[in-house]
T-cell receptor
Framework: DGGITQSPKYLFRKEGQNVTLSCEQN?????MYWYRQDPGQGLRLIYY???????QKGDIAEGYSVSREKKESFPLTVTSAQKNPTAFYLC???????????FGSGTRLTVV | AQTVTQSQPEMSVQEAETVTLSCTYD???????LFWYKQPPSRQMILVIR??????QNATENRFSVNFQKAAKSFSLKISDSQLGDAAMYFC????????FGAGTRLTVKP
C-alpha cells in the first residue's frame, strides 16, 4: 500500500546534538512538507519542497535544515541552533493542489 | 500570510447529537481550498472533508458537512449523529500554495 513512513517514532536528543528525522513516501507525490506540532498551536510549517533539489522555508525554519535529493525522500535535520526542539513532527506529501495532504504517523522528539 | 482561527479550544457533544465546530480564515485570494482534518489519540492526521472555494455548494461526507460562507471567510464543520469514535482533535486548514492550520478544537463525545 502506498503511504508515508516516518522514522523513528520516538527520538531523544541531547542538547547540542543534531538529529535527522526520516520521511519516505511511495505515492509518487511531487510535493513534501514538514510540520511541527506543539500543544495548543496546531501545525506550523517548517519547510516544504515542490520538486526534487528545491525547497522553501516555512514559518519556523530557523534551526532546521532539509534536503530533497530524491523524489521519495525529504529528511529533516534538527540542528543545535533550534532552541526548543521538543515537539511532535509530521511529514506530509501531496500531488495536486486541492486534493489534500497525506500525512505520516509522526516522530516525537524529546531533548534530554 | 494566511491565518486560520479556530475559536473553540474544546467542545463537547452527547452521543447521537449534532455539534458544529467553527473556523474562520483570512486571505486575499479568490481561489483556494479548505479542509477539516481529524487527529485521534494515535496522532494520525485523517482527512475528513474538503471544500473548493469556487464551489458554492457545501461539501458533505456522510455524517460530516460544512457551512462555507466565502464572503464571511467562515468554514464550519457539522457532525451529525455523533459517535464515540468522533472524539479527537479537529483542525481546520486553508490550502493555496501550502497548507495552513488552525490551532485545533478538541472534541469530546459523551456516551
Amino acid at each position: 500500500d502506498g503511504g508515508i513512513t516516518q522514522s523513528p517514532k520516538y527520538l531523544f536528543r541531547k542538547e547540542g546534538q543534531n538529529v535527522t528525522l526520516s520521511c519516505e513516501q511511495n505515492l509518487n507525490h511531487d510535493a513534501m512538507y514538514w510540520y511541527r506540532q506543539d500543544p495548543g498551536q496546531g501545525l506550523r510549517l517548517i519547510y516544504y519542497s515542490q520538486i526534487v533539489n528545491d525547497f522553501q522555508k516555512g514559518d519556523i525554519a530557523e534551526g532546521y535544515s532539509v534536503s530533497r535529493e530524491k523524489k521519495e525522500s525529504f529528511p529533516l535535520t534538527v540542528t543545535s541552533a533550534q532552541k526548543n526542539p521538543t515537539a511532535f513532527y509530521l511529514c506530509a506529501s501531496s500531488q495536486l493542489l486541492g486534493r489534500g495532504y497525506t500525512f505520516g504517523s509522526g516522530t516525537r522528539l524529546t531533548v534530554v | 500570510a494566511q491565518t486560520v482561527t479556530q475559536s473553540q479550544p474544546e467542545m463537547s457533544v452527547q452521543e447521537a447529537e449534532t455539534v458544529t465546530l467553527s473556523c474562520t480564515y483570512d486571505t486575499s485570494e479568490s481561489d483556494y481550498y479548505l479542509f477539516w482534518y481529524k487527529q485521534p489519540p494515535s496522532r494520525q492526521m485523517i482527512l475528513v472533508i474538503r471544500q473548493e472555494a469556487y464551489k458554492q455548494q457545501n461539501a458533505t461526507e456522510n455524517r460530516f458537512s460544512v457551512n462555507f460562507q466565502k464572503a464571511a471567510k467562515s468554514f464550519s464543520l457539522k457532525i451529525s449523529d455523533s459517535q464515540l469514535g468522533d472524539a479527537a482533535m479537529y483542525f481546520c486548514a486553508y490550502n493555496n500554495n501550502d497548507m495552513r492550520f488552525g490551532a485545533g478544537t478538541r472534541l469530546t463525545v459523551k456516551p
